[in-house]
């Protein structure tokens, strides 16, 4: 083995894997009023928390995340925080009912595990919530790619009449009435709240929602040196970093059913011509033959006007895949087996079908096999965030 692979190894990844975080709290938790002005003047004078950061990379992500935050947006702790409870904050909707985490909440994998979201009013969207892990990886953003930064996709749905039902300047003005906030958008941005300082902030805070250290990482890492004798190796610090990591993919190792679905994604399923890379993504638009009745089935269409786009959405990234169900754009798919017998059987007939779409012909265990790959093999660490206290 060629020791130039230890440069691929960073030191986080070598650690012993992190015990799981505690159970997150539910999004309906946030309640304003409850940090108090004494507390934020307080935290505003930390040392270091208005120095720019850069988040630590689970195992499976990018070692180096600098490249994925632009540089008018820095990352710094009081920044996070503040973008933070602005996802939170129910006060960013016209009538205080909705916030950014109600679709998109922490216990429910970054969704609200519903076929499609309820804005204010009990209003109905037409499209499920995707998960906002690993986003910061994501060229654009919403299932048809009209947002083109996080910053952009933070605006989209405080303007939705649907969704929150609030403009971004009313939102801004909102917010500017409440010292709490108020002290903190002068010590972040030089000054009071605006809907660029808005989207800024929430962005930064959605930038550090990463999730990564699946068996499936601990097993590709592990490649390498399973056929690796320790026996004939001089070098000692090496001999201890192949151990450890031989060590830490037994500690997760995944089960036979998904060793077997792992072959087949990335075999005779084909998953992975659309499902690779870090997030297990293209990060592009395909047409599988779901939701063509329904009035956004123009797709990524509606936003190129090209014809050839009609019906295609985005590849959805697959880390944690089993906590975000229902599943496709239009939560018409409840379970993982349903997803994968969708593509077993060649997708839905149309005139734009992806030409990745085509029968498997998998077996009712390679199903079972596969789903298990996608359950247990894709599944690991949940960020450890909880319900902010609010101004």
């Known amino acids: ?74 990352l710094t702790r009081a920044r996070v925080r503040l ?36 804005g204010i009013d009990g209003q109905k969207g037409l499209r499920s919530a995707p998960s906002v892990l690993n986003r ?41 009435a409440i010292e709490g906030y108020r002290l903190q958008f002068e010590a972040v941005f030089g000054g009071p709240a605006t809907p660029e300082r808005i ?37 000692e610090e090496w001999v201890e970093i192949g151990l450890r990591i031989l060590e830490e993919e037994r500690q997760n190792r995944m089960s036979e059913a998904a060793r077997r679905g792992r072959e087949l994604f990335f075999g005779k399923a084909q998953c992975s ?26 797709g990524r269409a509606a936003v190129t006007g090209k014809d050839e786009d009609w019906g295609k959405f985005k590849t959805p990234g697959l880390r944690n895949i089993a906590l975000t169900a229902p599943y496709m754009h239009d939560g018409s798919l409840a379970t993982l087996e349903e997803v994968v017998e969708h593509y077993n059987k060649g997708g839905t007939p149309n005139r734009n079908l992806s030409g990745n779409i085509f029968p498997l012909k998998l077996t009712k265990e390679e199903v079972r096999d596969l789903v298990t790959f996608l359950e247990e093999g894709l599944s690991g660490e949940r960020p450890p965030v909880r319900t902010p206290r609010l101004p």
Not at 202 to 212: H, K, P, S, V
Request: contains cysteine; aromatic residues 8%; negative net charge.
């Open 1 to 74: 083995m060629r020791k130039t692979f230890l440069l691929l190894l960073p030191a986080a990844l070598l650690a012993a894997a992190a015990a799981s975080p505690p159970p997150q709290d539910s999004a309906d938790s946030a309640r304003p009023g409850t940090w108090p002005l004494e507390e934020i003047r307080a935290w505003l004078e930390t040392p270091g928390i208005h120095d720019p950061f850069l988040p630590e990379s689970p195992l499976g992500l990018p070692e180096d995340l600098s490249e994925f935050i632009p540089a008018d947006n820095p």
């Open 83 to 118: 973008g933070e409870q602005l996802y939170f904050d129910k006060r960013l909707s016209r009538d205080g009912t909705v916030s950014c985490a109600t679709c998109h909440d922490p216990a429910r994998g970054w969704t609200d595990n519903a076929p499609v979201s309820t």
């Open 136 to 176: 910061l990886l994501g060229k654009t953003q919403f299932w048809d790619g009209r947002a083109a930064s996080l910053e952009e996709q933070a605006l989209g749905p405080i303007g939705n009449p649907i969704e929150m039902g609030f403009s971004p300047e009313e939102a801004a003005e909102r917010l500017n």
């Open 199 to 235: 989207a800024q902030a929430i962005a930064a805070f959605e930038r550090t929602i990463l999730a990564g250290a699946s068996k499936n990482d601990y097993y590709e890492r592990a490649l390498p040196w399973f056929e690796w004798d320790p026996e004939e190796e001089e070098d």
């Open 273 to 298: 011509t659309c499902h690779f890379g870090p997030d297990l993504t293209d990060e592009q638009f395909h047409n599988l033959g779901i939701g063509l009745d329904r009035p956004d089935a123009a």
